[in-house]
């Protein structure tokens, strides 16, 4: 996934025309899921496939998945097509890439509603959906700021587009609001899911003196890699605790039954309109909260963290300003807002991080 792809995929979503009226199935709603990765990658995709025990709760049976379906417009094309001959008329995404088949996919099956996760197109039977992820990035970069001893913090992320940008900016502002010294350096992996690569830039991270690492990649090696060093860690995606209970203090943790229940009832119910530039959800609407280990954050911290929480869900900003870099150029005014376009778009970072590129 690089910038340029992610530019114009931006450029897609914000061109792509919503219906104003709901969109109606012609018969019972049957949802089925495409799977970027294994349904237990540990990350990204299992953290979908948890929540569907709760949405087959909400339509009344059995949720299928296919898995290992790849950011190719052939294969996820050819995927969808034969779930649809099978009688499925609700198409669950899982990946950025798949966009653009969905987008044709919507426009040849106009009776079929298809939602996608980090997707970037939009129309009257197709809706993007992504978590507001900088808040629980922030939360976590709270802890980490709190727990580290030196002040310096890792992190391990994958491409350096806006999701990921404002997710270490997040964590470094959230560090810093309880240790003003604190900074954030930065490896890129170039991938989302690469274990070799991951624990390649959590161990040179570690190496460079940083002792508590952050992530903004799929897999759970770098809370692995914080605990065979005897560091801490924050995670990404569901509670990495489960790999490194002895290093893993707080994980940013998809919820995505909160979100996608409502939408599969308003569907349903023949009452589901698409949001025009698709739907992005924080902490209060579904899209992603945090995960505390109540064994290694300390009761007074876990108490700062949560009320917090409740202030982001009440309408705190992280990136409310006065805001500027790290080259000193204002990028929030005082008393302004960055836009959800400017956030999307995010290609500067705050003081204190740094990065190889």
């Not at 709603?29 to 569907?52: C, H, L, M, R």
């Not at 426009?107 to 992504?130: D, E, I, M, Q, R």
């Amino acid at each position: 996934m690089n910038k340029m792809k992610f530019a114009i995929g931006l450029t897609a979503l914000l061109l792509s025309g919503v219906s104003s009226s709901a969109f109606e199935l012609s018969s019972k709603i049957n949802p089925a899921f495409v799977y970027f990765n294994q349904a237990n990658d540990g990350g990204w995709t299992q953290s979908f496939d948890e929540a569907k025990p709760s949405l087959e709760k909400v339509v009344g049976g059995k949720i299928i998945a296919v898995e290992k379906v790849p950011e190719d417009n052939a294969q996820v094309t050819t995927v969808v097509e034969r779930l649809i001959q099978r009688g499925k008329n609700v198409i669950i995404g899982t990946a950025y890439g798949y966009s653009d088949a969905f987008a044709s996919l919507a426009k040849k099956h106009p009776n079929v509603a298809f939602l996608n996760a980090n997707g970037t197109t939009n129309g009257p039977n197709l809706g993007s959906f992504y978590g507001r992820t900088y808040e629980s990035q922030y939360l976590c970069g709270m802890v980490a700021g709190a727990t580290s001893r030196s002040g310096r913090l890792g992190f391990v992320a994958a491409n350096p587009i806006g999701s990921v940008v404002w997710s270490i900016n997040a964590y470094a502002l959230g560090a810093q609001s309880v240790n003003p010294n604190a900074t954030v350096s930065v490896v890129f992996t170039g991938t989302w899911n690469d274990p070799v690569k991951e624990r390649q830039a959590a161990s040179a991270l570690i190496d460079q003196g940083n002792d508590v690492i952050g992530q903004g990649v799929d897999t759970p090696t770098s809370q692995i890699v914080a605990q065979e060093r005897k560091v801490y860690s924050t995670g990404n995606w569901r509670d990495m605790s489960e790999f490194a209970p002895k290093a893993s203090l707080c994980s940013q943790v998809w919820v995505w039954d909160k979100f996608l229940s409502p939408a599969l009832t308003a569907i349903a119910d023949g009452e589901w309109q698409p949001a025009q530039y698709g739907n992005f959800a924080g902490i209060e609407k579904g899209g992603t909260d945090i995960a505390l280990s109540k064994t290694l954050v300390p009761e007074d911290l876990q108490k700062k963290v949560m009320a917090t929480r409740e202030e982001i869900i009440k309408g705190k900003d992280v990136f409310a300003g006065p805001l500027k870099d790290r080259d000193g150029k204002q990028r929030v005014a005082s008393g302004a807002q960055l836009s959800d376009a400017d956030l999307w778009g995010m290609n500067w970072y705050v003081p204190g991080v740094k990065t190889s590129q």
